[in-house]
């Protein structure tokens, strides 16, 4: 798969972008080795642009690790600064499946109660709340109401 080619004002932005980041994968004295292709694809999955440590003193070499790199895990090459090698490739969407019968889980949530008189400790209580429940304002737990049943002229207008 040949590197996805970016225009010069993508490929600043880019570069701005990853100014801060610090380098994810690292590159030994073993070379661009399928481990390590592996690690910057996962990378790339996971962040889209991504900094890359090359611990080679050879200019030349380092370049072409860029170009592999590129051309292998269909990314563009973004910047190649002295042993830091930059990489981009655009984040897959994510496939999310709707399960249908799936409720909401329950949460722990903290209620503090302030005392009446000004110089006593607030009462802090955790609380479980269900899917099914509310907190209420006074730090209660109170059930969900069931749903009244659709009339017969609201079901027409839903079918």
Known sequence: MPAIQLTPAQRKVHRA??????????IGGDGLTPAV???ADAALKAHGLIKV?????????????????ADDLNAAPIQHI??????WRPIPEKERTLD???MPGPRDVKVIKYSKRGGQ???IKTLRVLGNQRLTSGGNVK????RKPLSVKKRRQAD
């Open 17 to 26: 972008e990853a100014h801060h980041l610090d380098p994810i994968v690292m």
């Open 37 to 39: 292709k592996k690690e």
């Open 53 to 69: 440590r090359v611990f080679s003193d050879d200019r030349a070499a380092r370049e072409a690790m860029l170009q592999t790199l």
């Open 82 to 87: 002295g042993k830091l090698l930059v990489l």
């Open 100 to 102: 249908e019968d799936r």
């Open 121 to 123: 400790r607030p009462e």
């Open 143 to 146: 059930r969900a109401k069931a």
